[in-house]
Each structure stands twice: as structure tokens, then as C-alpha cells.
């Protein structure tokens, strides 16, 4: 059974820095695209940033463009999210995902861990 666990979530100034993670198990993600995604009170779940689990290609939503940077550890089978610069609307739930072909949607998701910034 597949399992995605993320942490690191928790409350940081204006200006500060996170570093989510997110531990996969229950399979092997070669092929995989590995995401992370947030939700904000009232609003739909949004894009942030995805990674090849295999080339490690990139890929941001404009809004987190310079400021997170996603990564994976494929022998720990972890991904890791740094925020950097955070903004009081980059509050959310944060979900990590993964996903056989992004085309079709993603295929797991984890639990989501909670990330307020506020002074």
C-alpha cells in the first residue's frame, strides 16, 4: 500500500523559511512525477511545484517561482519542499502527490501538513 507522509508543516513570520518533506513508501516511483500541492481556506487546491522522480526535471506555479524549491532524495525516497520568503498567502494545507502520468491526474496523495504565516 502506498504511503505519502508529509512534514515540517508550522507557523513562521513574514519573510521566513520552511522545508517541507514528504516520505514515500509502498512502491517503487520510478517513472513518477511527485508533486506538491496547498489549499487555502475557500480556495481550490493549486499546482506549487513538481519533480521527475527519475531526471529530476523542475517545474513551479509563477506564485512560488524564486522562492521554493522542490528536491528528492531517491535513495531515502523523500521530497522535500524549501520555502524561502514566505508570504501570509502562501498559507495552506500542503498535500504531496504522486502521479504515474501527470496527463491523467495524480494517482496518491498524502495527508496534508498545515503552513500559516503570520506575524
Known amino acids: 500500500q502506498v504511503h505519502l507522509v508529509e512534514s515540517g508543516g508550522g507557523l513562521v513570520q513574514p519573510g521566513g523559511s520552511l522545508r517541507l518533506s514528504c516520505t514515500a513508501s509502498g512502491r517503487t516511483f520510478s517513472g513518477y512525477t511527485m508533486g506538491w500541492f496547498r489549499q487555502a481556506p475557500g480556495k481550490e487546491r493549486e499546482f506549487a511545484a513538481t519533480?521527475?522522480?527519475?531526471?529530476?526535471?523542475?517545474d513551479y506555479a509563477d506564485s512560488v517561482k524564486g522562492r521554493f524549491t522542490i528536491s528528492r532524495d531517491k535513495d531515502k525516497k523523500t521530497i522535500s519542499l524549501q520555502m524561502n520568503s514566505l508570504k501570509p498567502e502562501d498559507t495552506a494545507v500542503y498535500y504531496c502527490?504522486?502521479?504515474?502520468?501527470?496527463?491523467?491526474?495524480?494517482?496518491?496523495w498524502g495527508q496534508g501538513t498545515q503552513v500559516t504565516v503570520s506575524s
Open positions: 502527490a504522486a502521479a504515474r502520468d501527470e496527463r491523467y491526474g495524480y494517482d496518491y
Open positions: 519533480i521527475r522522480w527519475n531526471g529530476g526535471t523542475t
